[in-house]
DNA sequence: TTGTATGCGTTATCAG
DNA sequence: CTGATAACGCATACAA
């Protein structure tokens, strides 16, 4: 077991100095090609590499990004940290990567973790909990700090900072005048509680599609699931209580789980009932049938929230130009499968 | 925007030196409580925190995990990365995830990336190519220059280190005890090329268990399929020509594809053929009818890679005991579902 | 009880 | 062309 050998041991070995090590390593005019060359063969043979740590500590910098998203076994979030992933990795960047599990105080101590000279900047969807509680204030903080952060699909207007969404609105409006152009009347709309801003966003192109095309709007055709567990028997009530022939789903999994319960009672899809989703994932394309799905196309957005950040990290080293923050927003558009008429 | 508050900085405020600093704030014994006090509460009202990365390059410790693994869509690398997240953060260390893409290449330049100093361990399961190739220098470099590593599922006998995995072939002989337990005659195993560590033990473990039965062994029921790219017409044609009446996949998406392909075909899941997969995912659960699964406990991996990890590199830090590697096997079992009878 | 000096591994500046 | 020195931020052995 050899440690690993350092510019200082180099130096001893070679009897010069640490900087004629340093600079001949980095291939200095400063130094003669002699020295160059025996220094550099000798780092070779012992497979010299500079410490990280001590250059981050120098520099200032890091070449990290803070990745945190509130769950990783979902197929969006998991996408988006590829796209992440694929870009950081091309500019030289490494990802540390947290999950804060829908919870605030996870996401705060994440942040507070890293953000003690571990990260050069964030990249974070907010977490359920943080977007019930409207808690800002960690985000806030590391924005004073001058540490650069960009927001994605989950967002708040409360934080002036870089964002990365779908226009989650007009995607729900266009789900909705998919089913309208079908002939669908009674069309459902199965969501979380409020308080994610992406469902308030869908609630809203859902309600005004149907406004636009002269659909009643009936409160009872919206259905709030909680976000967590997903609770079969208010699905089946849902059903059994209500005439619906097209639901819209803010997510693969409510859309394919009610699908699912839907078939069990022998409802034929799509000829009796239509099913869309958001986020084109892994069910939607296995499902029996295919899932309709709206798609977001996290692999892109995960790549454009890593080119905001650090576009903005390596724009900090330059004059300090006034701050100016920017909000992107991915095209997505509609899937179809089996789960809708063409 | 405010600079992080230094160590420094406080004892210049304060007109105290450094190190007067450093032990108050640790609450030494050696500095009064009076000065203490101060200190403490303009640290408290700067929000000072120690950088990281000085402490790391003071302690030649970085709390930093590296994890390598080849896909994170796959759902269960992405379990088992959450049980390696959710053991270290307890720990209190960081997981610096990088992803391989099945890549040696990409494998080789993270490690060497994050081995400068940037982790103390890595966690990693090996990418296809790798696997294919049968090359592991890079492995041995890390292990020689004293950072420990630990293999998880895809791993290989050729390197000496910790590993954590199931008993994939006592799964896949359970596997396929089950469909003869259920009176099944005629038992394909659809797997991937052989260079798959894993792949290559649940197909010992299913000859093993067709031996043992006494079924006769048909190698053309067994379909091996490219890894990358799933190939419909091969798994069309392989049902049109050959009669089975129970499939064991090595994993869930195999199994899933199949199911489908066959109850397009017409022909009826679980009564005409039985489904088993690998991988007890999402798409297991909600599929139509669900898939019978060898769940492979990814999170207990996780959090046991993620144990053994912390454990070496603690222990490095104490004697310089003799190197003992442990393999730990995890338990497998069988999630009963709607695609094998009971 | 407090402060000085040294080191962690680099790089940059400046002197020789 | 080469080397000494300081600095990045912190911790600690040793003086005072």
Same mark, same amino acid.
């Given at each position: 077991?050899?440690?690993?050998?350092?510019?200082? %041991? $180099?130096?001893?070995?070679?009897?010069?100095?640490?900087?004629?090590?340093?600079?001949?390593?980095?291939?200095?005019?400063?130094?003669?090609?002699?020295?160059?060359?025996?220094?550099?063969?000798?780092?070779?043979?012992?497979?010299?590499?500079?410490?990280?740590?001590?250059?981050?500590?120098?520099?200032?910098?890091?070449?990290?990004?803070?990745?945190?998203?509130?769950?990783?076994?979902?197929?969006?979030?998991?996408?988006?940290?590829? +796209?992440?992933?694929?870009?950081?990795?091309?500019? +030289?960047? &490494?990802?540390?990567?947290?999950?804060?599990?829908?919870?605030?105080?996870?996401?705060? $101590?994440?942040?507070?973790?890293?953000?003690?000279?571990?990260?050069?900047?964030?990249?974070?969807?907010?977490?359920?909990?943080?977007?019930?509680?409207?808690?800002?204030?960690?985000?806030?903080?590391?924005?004073?700090?001058?540490?650069?952060?960009?927001?994605?699909?989950?967002?708040?207007?409360? $934080?002036?900072?870089?964002?990365?969404?779908?226009?989650? %609105?007009?995607?729900?409006?266009?789900?909705?005048?998919?089913?309208?152009?079908? +002939?669908?009347?009674?069309?459902?709309?199965?969501?979380?509680?409020?308080?994610?801003?992406?469902?308030?966003?869908?609630?809203?192109?859902?309600?005004?599609?149907?406004?636009?095309?002269?659909?009643?709007?009936?409160?009872?055709?919206?259905?709030?699931?909680?976000?967590?567990?997903?609770?079969?028997?208010?699905?089946?009530?849902?059903?059994?209580?209500?005439?619906?022939?097209?639901?819209?789903?803010?997510?693969? $999994?409510?859309?394919?789980?009610?699908?699912?319960?839907?078939?069990?009672?022998?409802?034929?899809?799509?000829?009796?009932?239509?099913?869309? =989703?958001?986020?084109? =994932?892994?069910?939607?394309?296995?499902? &029996?049938?295919?899932?309709?799905?709206?798609? %977001?196309?996290?692999?892109?957005? =995960?790549?454009?929230?890593?080119?905001?950040?650090?576009?903005?990290?390596?724009?900090?080293? =330059?004059?300090?130009?006034?701050?100016?923050?920017?909000?992107?927003?991915?095209?997505?558009?509609?899937?179809?499968?089996?789960?809708?008429?063409?």
């Amino acid at each position: 077991m050899k440690r690993k050998i350092t510019l200082k %041991q $180099i130096a001893r070995e070679l009897e010069v100095s640490i900087s004629t090590v340093s600079k001949a390593l980095k291939d200095s005019a400063e130094i003669s090609e002699d020295t160059k060359q025996k220094i550099k063969a000798f780092a070779k043979l012992y497979h010299y590499r500079p410490n990280n740590l001590a250059i981050s500590l120098k520099n200032r910098r890091t070449k990290n990004i803070g990745v945190i998203i509130p769950d990783i076994v979902h197929y969006f979030f998991t996408t988006v940290f590829r +796209g992440i992933e694929h870009y950081s990795q091309e500019h +030289g960047y &490494n990802i540390i990567a947290c999950v804060s599990d829908e919870s605030l105080e996870k996401e705060i $101590i994440n942040m507070e973790m890293l953000a003690n000279g571990s990260v050069d900047g964030f990249i974070l969807a907010l977490s359920a909990e943080t977007q019930k509680k409207n808690e800002f204030d960690h985000l806030r903080e590391i924005l004073d700090q001058g540490i650069p952060l960009v927001l994605f699909d989950r967002v708040t207007d409360e $934080i002036e900072c870089d964002k990365v969404m779908i226009n989650d %609105q007009e995607a729900a409006f266009l789900g909705v005048k998919k089913f309208i152009d079908n +002939g669908r009347k009674k069309i459902a709309l199965i969501t979380t509680e409020d308080y994610f801003s992406v469902s308030r966003d869908r609630e809203a192109g859902y309600r005004q599609a149907l406004l636009q095309f002269g659909l009643p709007l009936d409160e009872d055709l919206i259905l709030k699931l909680p976000f967590m567990a997903l609770d079969e028997s208010a699905i089946n009530m849902f059903f059994s209580t209500q005439e619906v022939d097209a639901v819209l789903c803010v997510n693969e $999994i409510f859309a394919i789980h009610c699908m699912n319960l839907v078939q069990q009672k022998g409802i034929k899809v799509p000829e009796e009932i239509s099913f869309i =989703g958001f986020t084109d =994932g892994i069910l939607s394309k296995y499902a &029996n049938p295919g899932l309709t799905s709206i798609a %977001q196309h996290g692999f892109r957005m =995960g790549e454009i929230a890593a080119k905001m950040l650090i576009g903005k990290i390596e724009d900090d080293l =330059g004059e300090e130009e006034e701050e100016t923050y920017h909000t992107e927003i991915i095209r997505s558009n509609i899937i179809e499968r089996g789960s809708t008429i063409n």
